[in-house]
């Protein structure tokens, strides 16, 4: 099973990043059969969606196909996602535009997002309410908020990270992969071909 890790940060080397990492690294241990895709926005540093995308040329030759590739492979989602101005990112936003290719289409994702203060809870609302409907992404109904996020660290977390919230993340990417498991005979039955947008 192919999983593709989206850090939607605009920084480089952003606590989103480090997040998708230390996740990347908890699904390996959970299954080491897995084949992890970590996708940075930051560093893949990919422009607006424009009609330019059609012509294939530059970014949109070569370097997009590639991430296009990947994950059309993979079998589901987790997007690390900073909150910024109260917001979903706009790389975030962005992807959802240019992955116009059924590559989410009907697999389940995953929303982590991040904060360095108390806030994270609006691109969750965001992205459940608005990014789905010609994506076809399936968010799954558990999702993780990671609050002060410059103090997670695990194994040595500090003061304002919860005691409980390694365990949490524990049971929440095993049930993903569980979702990501049992929705793979679902698309035996997707028609993007008459149906490709949502309503
Ligand atoms: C442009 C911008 C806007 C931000 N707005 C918010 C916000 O509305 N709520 C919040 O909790 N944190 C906000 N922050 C702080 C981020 O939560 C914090 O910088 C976090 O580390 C960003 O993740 P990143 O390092 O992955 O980019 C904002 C940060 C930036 C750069």
Redesign the pocket.
């Known amino acids: 099973m192919k999983i593709s890790i989206i850090?939607a940060?605009?920084?480089p080397n952003?606590?989103?990043?480090k997040v998708a990492t230390f996740l990347k690294n908890n699904l390996l241990n959970i299954n080491s059969e897995l084949v992890p895709f970590l996708l940075d926005l930051a560093e893949s540093a990919l422009p607006l969606w424009s009609p330019e995308k059609k012509n294939g040329k530059d970014i949109w030759g070569k370097p997009w196909k590639s991430i296009s590739d990947n994950l059309n492979k993979s079998d589901g989602f987790i997007l690390v996602v900073?909150?910024?101005?109260?917001?979903a990112t706009p790389a975030a936003k962005n992807l959802f535009l240019l992955c116009g290719n059924g590559e989410f289409a009907h697999k389940p994702g995953l929303i982590v997002s991040?904060?360095?203060?108390?806030?994270?809870a609006?691109p969750i609302a965001e992205l459940r309410s608005s990014s789905y409907k010609n994506t076809h992404i399936m968010w799954i109904p558990e999702n993780i908020i990671i609050r002060n996020?410059?103090e997670f660290n695990p194994g040595s977390h500090g003061k304002s990270i919860p005691n409980w919230l390694d365990n949490r993340i524990d049971y929440v990417l095993n049930l993903f992969l569980a979702y990501v498991l049992n929705m793979n005979p679902l698309r035996d039955k997707i028609n993007r071909k008459d149906f490709g947008n949502g309503m």
């Open positions: 850090s940060s605009h920084r952003s606590q989103s990043k900073p909150e910024y101005g109260g917001m991040v904060s360095s203060g108390d806030g994270g609006y996020v410059e």
